[in-house]
């Protein structure tokens, strides 16, 4: 069993910088994908970015791609999406999973809460 929670979120103006975080709380971390999803209003929830165990390998949706690192910190039980040169439409609630090595959020097995990030122009 694996728990997660968010933090990070906020709201900030068009261009700036966040750094989400994602705690988790289990042994079981290390052996877990980590994914990073978000879901603006009215939409469904979308794929950001996802992580390997070992961190040897991510993906990255196109609308994020050179903006938007992925990372993780297994002995800590963190894993952090660096968000650079953020725009409005990156306005969404964001949201941690841990599970597969997949871009389908319909794999992962633990979810966090969210955390909103609202970008302003």
């Known amino acids: 069993q694996v728990q997660l929670v968010e933090s990070g979120g906020g709201l900030v103006q068009a261009g700036v910088s966040l750094r989400l975080s994602c705690a988790a709380s289990g042994r079981m971390f290390s052996a877990y994908a980590m994914g990073w999803f978000r879901q603006a209003p009215g939409k469904e929830r979308e794929f950001v970015a996802v992580?390997?165990?070992?961190?040897?390998?991510?993906v990255y949706a196109d609308s994020v791609k050179g903006r938007f690192t992925i990372s993780r910190d297994n002995a800590k039980n963190t894993a952090y999406l660096q968000m650079n040169s953020l725009k409005p439409d990156d306005t969404a609630v964001y949201y941690c999973?841990?599970?597969?090595?997949?871009?389908?959020?319909?794999?992962?097995?633990?979810w966090g809460q969210g955390t909103q990030v609202t970008v302003s122009s």
């Open positions: 992580i390997r165990p070992n961190s040897r390998s991510t």
């Open positions: 999973a841990a599970g597969p090595y997949s871009v389908d959020a319909g794999n992962y097995n633990y």
